[in-house]
Every structure is written in C-alpha cells, then in structure tokens.
C-alpha cells in the first residue's frame, strides 16, 4: 500500500510507479504531482503515458512551462487533442504555443472533430506512398520519412495526386516483396474505410466485424485524413459499454473512474432519474386507491402487491438490458421492432406462465401449511385467490416483458438512446400497469364470491 | 431485403453478400449454405472470415469434404482452435484430418487451453530473430520465412536459445535502422507480456491500459508461446460487456446474438433467475402478513408500498451497476469495499434526503388538493403521515444503496462473478427489508396518534 499523503514518505523519495498508479485515485492534483516528480524518469514516462485524457491535463497544468513542453511533445497528435480538449478553455492556447507549427497545425484539424467521432480518435500521421513507385523505391522513402514520435502504424498507404486513398500495402508485404515490382501491384485495394464523421460506436463495430488493426478514414470526397487503430477501439468499446451499463443501472453515464467522481457530482449523476423514478412511481399510489374498495373488501391482496408487479420489473429487466445490448452490437435494427415483438410475446408468456404456476403453488402451500383458521377468504376460496394471483402473474410478466423489450425501440426511435430503458425506468413502468392488471383480475374471478 | 429462403430466388443466383449478411440470423443451416454458395468466391470468403466461430462450425459442417478442408486451411490456427470447439466432440478428429502436420500440431497446443484465457486467445505464429543477428541478417531472414497464410503481424520477437523473451522489434524499426546494427541493439527489451494462463478480461484490461496493438503470450518459465493482437481484443471486450450487461439484467449470459438463440435456450437463460427472484420474493407476502394489524389500523399506509420499496430498488440497482462496472474495469478491488461503504453511505443518505422530501411534499399536496373530507387519517394527520413516509425514504433509500453497493464485493468474495448483483436481485432484496423499514417507521411514528 503507498501512503503518498504523508510528508515522511514524501520527504524519503522511495515512490516506484506501481506505488504512484495504486494510489493515483485516492490523491489530489498536489499529491499526484509531487509523487509524479518522484519517479524515475522512465517511470515517469510509463505512468504519463497510461493516463486519461483529463488526468493529463489537471498534471500538466501543474508543471512548470519547460517540462509542458517535454510532456507535450512526447505525445502524438491525436493525444494531444484529447489532452487540449480535457485541458480549460482558457489554458488551451497556452498549452498550443508549446507545439512547433506542424504540429499545431495537425493537432487543430483534430481539434475540429466531435472527441466521438472517426476524425476525433484518428492520428493523422500515417506513412503514404504513391501507386506508381517501386517497392525498392517505397522502402528507401519510407526510410527516410524518419519523423519523429510518429505512433507505431504498420501499413502505408497508397493515395493518389489529390489524396484519394487508392490502396494499403503492410511493411511486411512491402519487405516480402520483388524489389522491382510496383506499389499498385502489391497493395490491397480492396479495403475498409470509414467516413471522419462516423460515430465511435459505429467504428468499433466495424472493427469488431472485420479484425482489422488499423482502418484509414477518408472525407466525403474519399481524401485520406488519418487512421484509427484497434488499440483506440479497445478503449472506445470499454467505454461505451460502461456508458450503457451506468444508464441501464439508471445513472447518467459518470465520464470517469467512480473513485474519482467527486461526491456532488456523482450525487448530480444520480438524482434527477432517482426524482423522475419517484414521481413516476407515485401514479402506484393513484392506481392502490382506485382499487381501494376492492382491497377493503379482501385485504389478503395487499399481501401480494410487492410480489406481483416485482415479477413485471423482472421481466422487463432481462427484456431491456438483451435488447438494448443486442442494439448496441448492431445486431438488432429498428425494422426488427416486430419479429422482437413476436419472440418476447411469446417468451413473456411461457415465463409468465412459469411464474404463475409458481403463484399458484406457493398460495395452495400457504394454505395447507399455515392452515390459519382466522383467515376465512383464504379458507374458503384458496383456489380462487391462487388462481388469481397466478393469472395476474401472468398478465403483469407478460406486459412487462414486452414494455421492457419495445421501450428501447420506442427510444431510438424518438432519436433518444435505447440505454436509457434502464432496469429501474422499466421496473417503475410495469409496476404501475401491473398494479391495475392485479386488480382488474381479482375483480372478474373473485366478484361473486369474495366481492 | 432478402428473401433466400423462397425457392423463387435460389433458382436465380442473384445473392450478394450484403443479402446473405442481412439475411443470415433469420436463416436455418440450409438456407446459410444455399446462399453461401451463390456467393462469388470473394463474396465467400468475406462472409466466411466475418462469421463467428459457431456459425463457421455450423457452416462447414454442411459442406462437402473438399470445400472444408479449403475453408479449413484459409484460418489461422487461433481461429481454428476456435472452430473445432465450437464443433461436436464427434466431428472434431475428422476436421482435424484435414489439416496439414504442422497445423495440426499448433491448432492442439491452443485446443489445450481454455477459450477465455490468453493462451486460448493468442495466435502461436509469429515472427522469431536472435538478438546477435544484424539488422540486414534479420530482414533477410524475415523475407526467406515466407510462410503463407501467416496472420498479418508487425513485431518480430527476439528469442534466446530456450525460447525465452528478450525483446521485440517492429518491422518499422528494423527498416530505419542501419543495416550492421545488432537486433539487441534495436530491440525494445522493456516489454509488457501476459502470462498463457490470465484470464481474458485481464488481458483486456493490459491493451487498454497500456495502449498496444499486440502482446506476447509467455508460459511460467518465460518461453513465448503465442501473441494477443488488439483485434482479438476488441471482440473479447465486446463480449465480456454483453455478459455483464446480461447478467445485470437479470438473465444468464446468451453466448449467441440475441436473434440466433433459439426460443427454448431464451427460456433457459431467463426462468431460473425469474424463479429466483420470485421465491425470494414471497418473503414480501411474509413481511406485510407481519404488519397486517398496523396495515388494518391505517389502511392508507398500503397506498404508498410500492412507491417506497420500489424507491430502494432504484438507488440500489445504481449503486450496485457502478460498482459491478467499476470491478470489471480494474478500478476497484476486494480492498476498497470499505471506502465503497463510507461514499455509498453519504450517497445514500443524501439521496434519501431529497426522495423523502419529496415524498413529504406530495403527501402535502395530496391533502390540500383532494382534501377528500372523508379521508379521516389524512385530513388530520398528514403531516404525521407525510413524515412517516418521508422519512421511510431516506432509510429505504440509504439501505437499498448499500445493499446494491456491497452485493458484487460479497459476490467476489465468494468467488462469484459480481454481475450476478444484478438490478432485479438486488430490488428483491431491497423489497423485503423496504417493506420492514416502512411498517417500523410508521409504528413508532404514528403509534399514539392514528395507532
């Protein structure tokens, strides 16, 4: 365990990287920055370069000028971008005037791109040939292009006079291949690419698709702008699936690590659905009252309240969560809103059907159990209140099935995210249909005898 | 749209891959091989490399001898291992035997590993140097290894005579540097490998972390066995997401897209939990059954169950998605649940806070607005009531937020996986002790008064 925040430890400079990185969340900027300078210079480097985005800038803008530059610089352009985009508003020209102009320039157009689309997780530095030269000739230039930092891209690409991508060839084929042949002889042309403006989301599922670990981003025109690799993705499916789960457990997404959410902000993730749950749920209330003269007459099915529409919620928990996962993969469309519709009907049905059986079951086993003597409805009409229950079970799972399976489609709909179906919005939904499904079934099969 | 299951089309070859791909969930094995077979040879091939190891199994298998064993040969080995677990036990020997010796003895080490650990995931061919060879040597010897079919790599891994791991060099690197240079000289010896035995979502966490395109895969002894590419790693992180999520719903994992899961493997993955939850959940009828006399005194108190029950369920199911995400993502460990504790407790607190406020507001503003005159209780006492329920809220709130909180710890303790917290379990149990909290807070509150 690393105890940075003690001035013994900080004043007997014995702080490794894994002591900094296990520590890291629980430290303050000033914390993070007097153990950061305690690093060997190699570590150093190994833990700046595992930061996030806004962890990197809340560092560097605690850094003296001089080692702003050198962090800055060891970083490529689309990193860079990030840590600018991370970096406040008024900081960001500051941090720009440390870049030479190239760069600068380089890190700009980045900085145009929404951080959630193709041109926004793209570097632009990439190794270009021309279709025309030899592959004796593309080595020797690719040789030379000795850039600097230049992120580790194992392809090159083939563009033409006005930048229009024409083909990729890898160093690998570049190197198997008869040095007189020609680039266009050897590239792939047939390769995937992705328009800059693509969301994030939409990449990874390309990628995920093809197993590729680089695809080149092109502009409307079909000029080449940058290339996006799979180490980015791995990153970009982390964090959409983090993003779905927070919103399907019924929080706003938190943008960061949850022991570095500061409590008021993490309470501001949380409350507003928390209040929209609340208020929804008090149409609960409304709907006990409307049926209260039938829980009068048979208070045995106060009993029950919990357990009938819980089961709703249930349902329509796994329903949501399989489609909106299932929409998330690309796997379901908004045209499949019916063949969805047709498969939950009857899955609400048969596990309905499960769960009333169950229902049943357990009331005819209270009965001959407990065998209470002052319970008379109960008594009396066991069959009749457990046919009920069963019945009514079947009805709420069954409605709360297909609200949890349609509400997704209904969102994206709208243009709204399908996540936002969360377990919790679903649960409340069906809690109130399923309270007035209970009651209406124990009116019709109770009215004559019990009521 | 396609329709590839009318005979009309069959007899008219005019299927493109992107029909197929549309086509296939809704496809029978029949139908995927008819269309398969319109297809050219690079529409084929296309498809076959994007389909998953199941279908691929499924799809071969229908296929005549010769066609398998050319669909068989165009895989790489970690693909094929994939393929031949995904086969029945029965067929595996005879797609085996179709393999050349060397295949075949590459394709057994992986079948010898687990799918879900690095050495399942890894690709055991790779480009092998020396460290005393030259850099001219090296890419000489690189372009004599013109293996086909080889997986595209872009490291060359340096070995020693045991076939220990020394260090690693991109094809890049060995292109700018000079000819007479000694690949140690090149070579980055400082490098991140993963044991063959770690778990896959560790694997995920590495790439993630350290932002690398591919890992070599070393046994207990140091030897290398295999390399990990980010592409792998990106469905990986695909798939542990989609179980998590699944589980967080409430479902057993589905292992298949949610549209080619058939109707009863659906049910399977759904019921048991749905039965779970719903035989805990009787322990609601027991817990009201135990507060009937109060219930019977103030029938008003059954008005508000499901609101206030369903309000822990809400904050638990939060707290237990944020903690179950931030595990998978190596953000916190077994260590931390006691800091999860003290945050959770102030969460809950003051979320409680602002739902009981609320809950106090719209008692008030019930009774001033129905002002029912024969609503005796409330017209007199809906302060007290307004309160009772209030107050209710907070402690319901705070407890369901540490029961969503500490359920995945106590989960991994256990040497479970913490997803099983999922949001319909921990809203079940959160329903019964809600159910305790509620009827004790009205008793002391409203004994002497309405009681």
């Known amino acids: 365990m690393a105890h940075l925040d003690t001035d013994d430890e900080l004043a007997n400079p014995r702080v490794s990287a894994a002591d900094l990185r296990d520590a890291w969340p629980v430290l303050d900027t000033e914390g993070r920055v007097e153990g950061f300078r305690h690093l060997t210079s190699a570590e150093a480097e190994e833990i700046f370069l595992e930061l996030s985005a806004i962890d990197r800038a809340q560092l560097l803008l605690s850094l003296p000028p001089a080692e702003q530059r050198w962090w800055l610089r060891a970083l490529p352009p689309d990193d860079l971008a990030d840590v600018l985009q991370a970096a406040p508003d008024e900081e960001r020209g500051r941090l720009l005037d ?134 980015d993705i ?97 796997e379901l469309r908004l045209r499949d809103w019916w063949r969805v519709f047709l498969r939950e009907v009857a899955a609400g049905l048969a596990l309905g059907a499960v769960l009333g059986a169950l229902g049943l079951t357990i009331v005819v086993a209270w009965h001959h159990l407990s065998g209470d003597p002052t319970n008379v409805p109960l008594r009396d009409h066991f069959l009749l209140v457990g046919g009920a229950i069963g019945l009514s079970v079947v009805g709420v799972a069954t409605w709360g099935t297909l609200v949890g399976a349609l509400l997704p489609f209904a969102l994206r709909r709208l243009g709204l995210d399908p996540a936002s179906a969360s377990a919790p919005l679903v649960a409340t939904l069906s809690d109130v249909t399923g309270l007035v499904i209970y009651f209406s079934v124990a009116i019709v099969l109770l009215s004559g005898t019990l009521l």
Not at 130 to 137: C, N, S
């Open 98 to 231: 440390h870049l030479d102009e190239a760069t600068r320039r380089e890190t700009n157009v980045l900085l145009a791109y929404s951080e959630d689309e193709a041109g926004g997780l793209m570097n632009p530095r990439y190794a270009r040939l021309r279709p025309d030269m030899t592959v004796d000739e593309a080595i020797g230039y690719l040789r030379r292009q000795t850039r600097e930092r230049v992120e580790s891209i194992y392809y090159a690409y083939v563009l033409d006079q006005e930048s229009r991508l024409q083909g990729v060839v890898s160093f690998r084929q570049l190197m198997m291949a008869r040095g007189d042949a020609r680039v266009r002889d050897v590239m792939v042309s047939d390769l995937v690419t992705v328009p800059d403006e693509m969301d994030q989301e939409a990449v990874g599922r390309l990628f995920a698709q093809h197993d590729l670990l680089a695809i080149p981003v092109v502009d409307a025109e079909g000029r080449m702008q940058g290339v996006v690799t799979a180490d």
């Open 234 to 330: 791995v990153d970009v499916v982390r964090e959409e699936a983090t993003e779905d789960i927070q919103k399907i457990g019924g929080t706003s997404a938190l943008e960061a690590p949850y022991l570095q959410v500061g409590f008021l902000q993490m309470f501001r993730k949380r409350a507003p659905w928390l209040v929209i749950l609340f208020v929804s749920g008090t149409l609960t209330v409304g709907a006990i009252r409307f049926f209260q003269d039938t829980l009068d007459q048979i208070k045995l099915l106060a009993f029950f309240v919990p357990l009938i529409i819980s089961s709703g919620g249930n349902c329509g928990s796994q329903a949501s969560t399989l489609v909106i996962r299932a929409m998330a993969l690309g």
